[in-house]
C-alpha cells in the first residue's frame, strides 16, 4: 500500500519492545517455574502463593478505596478546571501535574512527618489540648499515603474528558427540561464514564503495586503484595517466588485493564495526555 | 453550588502541597527533625552545594534522565511515523505492545527488567556486571518510549494527510518532506512527550531500584535509602531547589504556549512563528545537552588509568567526616589517587547476600557478619585474601584470629565486633520492666517496640528468649520461635533496620533491639535513651568482617583498603564515628578513654562469656528460616 | 487541437479488495481544461491522485509526454496539485509557503523573490507576504494554494475539489478567476469536481465518472444535450427518464404513443431510456397536449416554478415560467428535438420518475456537502 516504505521505521521499535517488555515477561514466567535452589522445573513457587492470597485481597482492597475515593475528590476538581477560561485551566492543570513530577518518597516521608505520633499534626493536636492520637500506622494512613500520591492520577483523565463534553449538549438537556442536578446525572456523568474508568484503572494499578507508602505510612498488619516482592528480591533472597508474585500481580493488572477498556471506548494515549 | 465546587477545589490544591510545603520548610529548618522547626538558616543549601557524593547523585540522575528522554523521543518518533504507516490491524498490536510499559505495574516492569539482564548477561553470556549504566539506561528508554509515541501518535492523526503529499509535490522527497512539514506538525506532541519522559525518568524510583546494580546509583534509589537513616535536611534543599526548577520550566513552557497562542490569533507580522522557535530551540538545547552528557560521561567513563573499587557496606558504618571525623574514604583516596571509591549501603546482611546471590553486579568489598561470612565461604562466595598486601593485619587481637566462622584466616580481617542489645527510653519506660527479652513483648508499651527487619537476628532474640541454641538446625525449634515471633507483632510499631536511627531518637518508638555500636551513636543525639543487655537470657556477641566476594574485579584495591583501615590510627578515627569497638587493640590508644572504659562498647569479659556467636546454618535452614520470617510478617 | 500530455490506460485501482478505478482510459491534451466529475466514491480522486504520483495504480500505466510514469514520484513529476482544503503549511507565511518549492529545487533569492512577487500578483495577494495562513479567508486561502503549486511552472496542475469549502458567492468568483489564470497561464488543468455546474462552466472537456468508469467524455454542451445513459443524464441536470421503445429510426413511443425523434441508429423495437429534459417541456391547454397531467406540487424558484406533473401514475418534473396551481390539469407538447435516446444500460430504471422528488433534492444537497474519501 501506499505507506509501506514508512512503515518500515517502526520495525526497530517493534523488536525493541519485544525485547524488552515481551521477553522480560517471558522470563518472569521462566524464573516463577523453577526451583531458585536447583534452577529445576517446578510449580513449588505457584504452590507457595497459597500463603499470599490474603495479602493480594488486602492489597486490592486497599487500592479500591483508595481509587473511590480518588474518584470523589478528584471529580469536583477535574469538573471545576474544566469551567476555567483556557488560561486558567492550563495554569491549574500545570498545578496538578506538578507534584506528580517531585519525588514521590520524599513527599512520602512530608506526610510521615506529619502523622506520626510525635509529628506535626500530634503536636499541634497536643498543643490545643486534645491530644496524641494513632494516625500513622494505620489503615487510613495507607489509604491516605495512596490517595494523595495518585489522586493527580485520577483528576487529569477526568478533567481531559469532561473539558471535551460540548456545552450545547448541557444547553439540549436544560432545553428539554433537565434541572442541573438531573442534567448533571443525565448527560455530563455518563459521558465522562470513559475518564472515570481510565481514571480508576491509573490510581488502581501504581496503588495495588506500592511497597514504599506502606512500609512508610502502614505498620507491621499493612503489607501489601508489593512489600512482599520487594522483599522475596531483596532480603529473601528468593527471586523465584517474586516472579510468581510479580505474575500473579500482573495478570490480576491485565483482568482489571481489560474490564475497564471492555466498559470504556478505549482512547489511546487519551490518559495522559 | 459553583462556590461549594471552588472551596472544595482549594482544599484539594492544598491537600497536594502540604507536604511539598513541609519539606521546603524543612529546608531551612536549622534543627534536623522534619517536625521541628527550630530556626531559619540557609545553611543546609551551603551543604548541598559542599557534598559532592549528593551532587554527583543528581549529576547520575539528570544524565540518564536526559540521556533516556533523548534518545526514547528521537527512537520514539521515528517510531510513531512508522506505526502510523503501519496497517490498522498491525498499528492496533504495535499499540498493544506499546500500552505494556504503561498498564503494567512498575514493580513487575522493574522486576521483569531485571531478571532478563541478570539472565541473560549473567547465566547466558556470564558477565560478572550485567546490572550497568547501560542495563538501566535500556530500562528508561523503554519506560520513557511509550510516553513518547502516545504523545506524538494523536498529533500524527489530527495532520492533514495532504500536507506531506503537498511537500513531495513541491519537490521534496519523503525524508526532507518530514523535516520540512510533518515534524512541525507533531512537534508540540514531541515536546510534550520529550517533557513527560524526562521528568518520569528523573523521578523514577521503582523501576531503577530493580534495575540498577551498585556502580551507577540514581538519586531516587539512593533516597530511599536514606529515608532509613536520619534523613540529611540537605536533601530538602535539594528538593526545594528542584521543586523550584521543575515549576520554573512548567511556567516558562505555559507562558510561551499563551503568548504563542495569542499570536496565531492577533499577530500580523513577520515574527509569527516565534512560538515553534522557541519550542525548536527548546528541543535543540536538550539534545545538546544530552550529547554533552553522554559524551562527558563516556570521556569520563573510559578513562583506564583510575581504577574504581566497589565498596558495599552497612550504612552509617563508615566515618563519613560529619560531626568534625575523619572522612576514611577520602582519605584512602588521597593516598592512593588512582583508586576511586565507589560506595553503597545495605541495611542487613540478608540483603547485601540477596544482591551479592541474584548476580548481575560487581563488588569488591564487602563486610558481612561472622554467620554470613561461614556462610559465604561454604557457597564459595568469597575469595581468599592475599595476606602479604595486608600487612597491617598484625595489629588484629588474636582473639579475633581462628573464629568459628573463619577458622584459617582465609577469607575474613575483623572490621568491628559488638554485641545486641535493647535500646529504650527512659523517659517513658518503667525501669522495672526491663527485665530481659520479654520486653520487647510487653503490651504496655503496644505500638511503640521496634524489631529487627532481618530473619536472624529476629530468630536470635526469640531463641534466647525461649532458651533455644541460636544455631540450631532444629526445625521444631524454629517454628516455635515463629510463633513467638507472631505474637510478638501486635505490639510492634514496625519492623526495622536502619530506620531505628531516626524514630528511635526522636522518640516516635521506645523499644528496639540494635547492634551496640550504632545504640552509642544514638544515645549520643538523644541522652534519653538507654542500653540494656540481657546477660542471664544471653545475647549475640558479632564479629564484622572485611571480605572480598567472588565477583569482586579489582582484588588488589580492596585488599590496599583492608590494609588501609586496619592502621591502627585509622582504626581508632573510624570507630570513633561508627561507634563499635574495634578489634586492634593499639587503637584504643587513640580513643577517647570515656568510650574505652564504656561497657556498652567494650562490655567486660564477664560479660562476654553470656554472649554467642551466630555460626553457619546449612543452607536449607537459613531457607527455612527466612521463609518464616516472611510469614511472620506477611500474616 | 494541441497535443496529447498524458494517458492513462486500463487504470485499476484496488484498496483491501475493493475496486475503485475499473479500467480506466483516458488522454489529456497540453493546454487543456478538464474535468472529471462525478458522485462521492466514484473514483476521480483517486484517479487525480494517480496522475499526481501519491497512488500506484493497480494494473494499468500512466504515460506522460510519451513516457510511463508509474514508478516516478511526485517529487519528480512535472505536475503540482492543488488540494483539498489546500494543504497549505501551517507553520510558514503566505511567502515562504508560494516559495516553498522554489527553496527546495535551491533557486537563487532573487528568482524566487521575483517569482514569488510575479504569482502573488497573479493571484492578486500582493501585500500579503508576511499573513499567517490562518488569518486569510479562504479565498485568499485558495489562492496562495494556486500560487504556490504554480510557481513552480508545471506543466498540468491538478485541482482536487478547489472550491469546495468556499461559499457560493465566492465559488462563483473563484470560477472565473480559475479559468482567467489557467488561460493567462497557458497549461494543462485536471480539475475534480462533484458540482455539475462547475464543471459544465469552467471546463473544455468533462468527463463523468461513476462507480469507478468513465460514463461519458465530452464538451459541457454534448455531455449536457446528449447524455448517453441515464446516470449521465441524471447527474447533469434535472431529467426525466422514461422507458420507451424505439420503433424505428427517429419514431420512439412511450406513454402508449409515438413520438418523432432525432435520433437513429437503433434496433427496430429496442427498448430504449427517453430522456426529457424539464425546461424544454412546453406546457400547453389541456386539448392541444400530446400528453395530459395533474399539477400535483409547485416550487417557486425565482426564474422559475418546478412542477411536479402526474401522467399517468409517473411524476415528471417541469420548469416553467407561467404559475399553474396545484391539482389544475394541462397538456404538454414534446418537440422533436426535445427528446432524447439513450440505450439501456445498468441505470436504466434508477432515476426518473419525481415522486421521490423531495428525497433525491435532498441527496442531491447532501452529496454537495460531502467531501470524497
Redesign the interface.
Known sequence: ??????????????L???A??????G??V??ALTD??TGEFTWGNLRDLN??W??LGQSIGYSLVSALICLL??Y??A???AHRS??AQ??LY??????????????????V??L?????IN?FLAFIGVGRI?LI?TPGAVVLGMV?NY??YMILPLYATIVKIDHRLVEAAEDLGCS?VQVFGRVILPLSVPGILSGI?MVF??A??T??ISQ?LG???T?LI?D????????????NL??AL?LV??IL??IC?GIMNRFGSDE??G??? | MKKTNRIFTVLIFIFLYIPMAVLVLASFNTGKDITDFEGFTFQRYVELFQDEHLLKLLGNSLLISILASAIATVFGTVAAVGIHGLKPKMRKTVMTLTNIPMTNPDIVTGVSLSLLFVFVGTKMLGQRDSLTFWTLLIAHITFNLPYVILNVMPKLNQMDVSLTDAAMDLGCTPVPAFFRVTLHEILPGIVTGAIMAFTMSLDDFVISYFVSGLDFVTLPVEIYSYTKKPIQPRVYAMFTLLFALIFVLMLTMNLLQLRSDKNKTERRGKTITKGQRYFRRLAALVCLLALLAGTGYLAFGTRQEIITLNIYNWGQYIADGSDGSMEIVKAFEEKYPHIKVNYSTYDSNEIMYSKLSNGGITVDLIIPSDYMIARMIQEDMLLPLDFDNIPNYQYIDESFKNTAYDPENKYSVPYTWGTVGILYNTKYVDEADVTGWELLWNEKYAGKILMFGNSRDAFGIAQYLLGYDVNTTDRAELDACAEKLKEQKPVLQQYVMDEIFATMENEEAWIAPYYAGDCLVMMENNENLAFYLPEEQGFNLFIDAMCIPSCAQEKEAAELFINFLCDPEISAANMDWVGYATPISEAKQYLDPETVSDPVAYPGDETLVNGTNFTYLPEDISRYMESLFMEVRND | MSKELIRLRDLTMEFDGERILDGINLYFNDHEFLTLLGPSGCGKTTTLRIIGGFLKPTSGTVTFDGKVINDVPPYKRQINTVFQRYALFPHLDVYDNIAFGLKVAKLSKDEIDRRVNEMLEIVSLKGYENRRIDNLSGGQQQRVAIARALVNRPKVLLLDEPLAALDLRLRKDMQNELKRIQQAMGITFIYVTHDQEEALSMSDTVVVMDKGRIQQIGRPEDIYNEPKNAFVADFIGESNILDGVMLADYKVRFFGRTFECVDSGFAPNEPVDVVIRPEDIDIVPPSEGHLVGTVTSVTFKGLNYDIIVEFKGFKWLIQTTDFHAAGSTIGIRLNPEDIHIMHKSDYSGMFGDYSSYSAEYDELTEDAGDEEE
Open positions: 500500500m501506499k505507506k509501506n516504505n514508512s512503515a518500515l521505521l517502526s520495525t526497530p521499535y517493534i525493541w519492545m519485544v524488552f517488555t515481551l521477553i522480560p515477561l522470563v518472569v521462566y524464573y531458585p535452589a500463603q499470599y490474603g495479602v475528590l478528584g469536583p476538581v469538573y471545576y478546571i483556557p488560561t492550563k495554569m500545570m498545578l496538578v501535574m506538578l507534584p506528580m513530577c517531585m519525588s514521590f518518597l520524599l513527599r512520602t516521608l512530608a506526610w512527618g506529619l506520626q505520633d510525635t509529628g506535626i503536636d494513632q500506622r494523595y489522586l493527580p442541573g484503572t494499578v501504581p495495588v503495586s511497597f514504599y512508610k505498620g507491621t498488619d503489607v508489593g512482599v516482592i520487594e522483599r522475596q528480591f531483596k532480603q529473601g533472597n528468593n527471586p517474586g516472579a510479580s500481580l500482573m493488572v491485565f485493564t489511546e494515549g490518559v495522559i495526555a
